[in-house]
Nanobody, 110 residues
Framework: QVQLVESGGALVQPGGSLRLSCVAS????????MAWYRQIPGNEREWVAT??????LFADSVEGRFTISRDDARNTVFLQMNDLKPEDTAVYFC?????WGQGTQVTVSS
């Protein structure tokens, strides 16, 4: 069974940047689309972005601030987050082919 592991979450001030990583135990990102979600405890998971080949889609709340890139040799997909806002505070998850990672905490606060 493929496993996904997120990392890179941290405490950052508003306007700052973070790069999240999603590492797969197998090479699956070229076969399946992948997506980033985020969740505040007690709330439903919110879709953030989707990567399908060279095409990426973003939620309105992060459009223009977040981008997706990848390192095929390391089975890794990145979520570059710029101009972070307090509203971006959440646990961020990556998912592909119905497999989910454990999540990484992002906190945006002054």
């Amino acid at each position: 069974q493929v496993q996904l592991v997120e990392s890179g979450g941290a405490l950052v001030q508003p306007g700052g940047s973070l790069r999240l990583s999603c590492v797969a135990s197998e090479n699956i990102f070229k076969t399946f689309s992948m997506a980033w979600y985020r969740q505040i405890p007690g709330n439903e998971r919110e879709w953030v972005a989707t990567s399908q080949g060279a095409v990426s889609l973003f939620a309105d709340s992060v459009e223009g601030r977040f981008t997706i890139s990848r390192d095929d040799a390391r089975n890794t997909v990145f979520l570059q987050m710029n101009d972070l806002k307090p509203e971006d505070t959440a646990v961020y998850f990556c998912t592909s082919n119905k497999v989910w990672g454990q999540g990484t905490q992002v906190t945006v606060s002054s």
